[in-house]
């Protein structure tokens, strides 16, 4: 069975960098697929953040560009998530989920880790 | 990008009552082959969101089949019938169409 688990620091200062952790097990991720992250807010809207896919090419969400880099570790089967320059509308509940991408079937997040809480606060 | 608009945002429901909740695209959800990237999940509190529906209609593995999708273009329809205790929670849609991804704004479903 696929598995995510997200873990994190839990706590950064504004200004400063946040870094997230996904361990896949049950499935690698170079077979293919998309890996992601997404956030929800306090208030319960979802934000899809950018993805790392199976062969490694990156997509994000335009919203975050600068800001935002998605790597991957192979031999430990885990991605990660670097946002740069936070602030205190970066405080969200960040999650991984696995993206099914097929020409006729489309694109949806078929897998999702429990969820990680990062609050930005000095 | 796509603006998806969600209704209700809320929805108090009996249980064994019938619903639906409706997303709404800013731009038609085909894209040039024909093929519409709508899906649907429940978050339940504590857990992770979980995959209810794809491709406007399709249930995804283990998913009861009071939950059905329906609808093109720009409008979508989640219907729940004989609604239980175990379906109270969130429910998004997601656009898969365009780049950004993204989700509607939610609603929550839960007791009179």
């Known amino acids: 069975d696929v598995q995510l688990q997200e873990s994190g620091p839990g706590l950064v200062k504004p200004s400063q960098s946040l870094s997230l952790t996904c361990t896949v097990t049950g499935y690698s991720i170079t077979s293919d697929y998309a890996w992601n992250w997404i956030r929800q807010f306090p208030g319960n809207k979802l934000e899809w953040m950018g993805y790392i896919s199976y062969s490694g090419s990156t997509s994000y969400n335009p919203s975050l560009k600068s800001r935002i880099s998605i790597t991957r570790d192979t031999s430990k089967n885990q991605f990660f998530l670097q946002l740069n320059s936070v602030t205190t509308e970066d405080t969200a509940t960040y999650y991984c989920?696995?993206?099914?991408?097929?020409?006729?079937?489309?694109?949806?997040?078929?897998?999702w880790g429990q969820g990680t809480t990062l609050t930005v606060s000095s | 990008d796509v603006v998806v608009t969600q209704t209700p945002l809320s929805l108090p429901v009996s249980f064994g009552d019938q619903v639906s909740i409706s997303c709404r695209s800013s731009q038609s959800l085909a894209n040039s082959y024909g093929n519409t990237y709508l899906s649907w999940y429940l978050h339940k509190p504590g857990q992770s969101p979980q995959l209810l529906i794809y491709g406007i209609s399709n249930r995804f593995s283990g998913v009861p089949d009071r939950f059905s999708g329906s609808g093109s273009g720009t409008d979508f329809t989640l219907k729940i019938s004989t609604i239980k205790p175990e379906d109270l929670g969130m429910y998004y849609c997601l656009q898969g169409t365009h780049q950004p991804l993204t989700f509607g704004a939610g609603t929550k479903l839960e007791l009179k």
């Open positions: 989920a696995r993206l099914i991408t097929t020409v006729v079937e489309g694109y949806y997040f078929d897998y």
